[in-house]
């Protein structure tokens, strides 16, 4: 089964820029839905993104524009660019991944197998 590590997050200004990265260990992504997922404190863990494995990306509404996902060559690293932050994109954020989920799963935190253990991205004003 697939390791899932995130990295990328910090401290940015509002407008800025980061570049989020999901990186797979024993095996790669070639066979699984990627999805990420962002939880503010004292709020519930909400969908951001997902890249399936053929290649077609989702997006949450209020991100479409300033957040773009995608994969590389090797299907070993899911990357999350988000520019124009805004301080409420404040958050931990996370990615997952699974074998059999149907697109109208895609949004839906709970049918993923696997997670990374977060990073925290901090917008300021």
């Known amino acids: 089964q697939v390791q899932l590590g995130e990295s990328g997050g910090g401290l940015v200004q509002a407008g800025g820029s980061l570049r989020l990265s999901c990186t797979a260990s024993?095996?790669?992504?070639?066979?699984?839905?990627v999805g990420w997922f962002r939880q503010a404190p004292g709020k519930e863990r909400e969908f951001v993104a997902a890249?399936?494995?053929?290649?077609?990306?989702f997006y949450k509404d209020s991100v479409k524009g300033r957040f773009t996902i995608s994969r590389d060559s090797a299907k070993t690293t899911v990357y999350l660019q988000m520019d124009s932050l805004r301080t409420e994109d404040t958050a931990v954020y996370y990615c997952?991944?699974?074998?059999?989920?149907?697109?109208?799963?895609?949004?839906?935190?709970?049918?993923?197998?696997?997670w990374g253990q977060g990073t925290q991205v901090t917008v300021s004003s």
């Open positions: 997952a991944a699974d074998q059999h989920l149907i697109q109208f799963s895609l949004r839906t935190w709970s049918q993923y197998d696997y």
């Open positions: 890249i399936r494995r053929n290649g077609y990306t």
């Open positions: 024993g095996g790669t992504f070639s066979t699984y839905d």
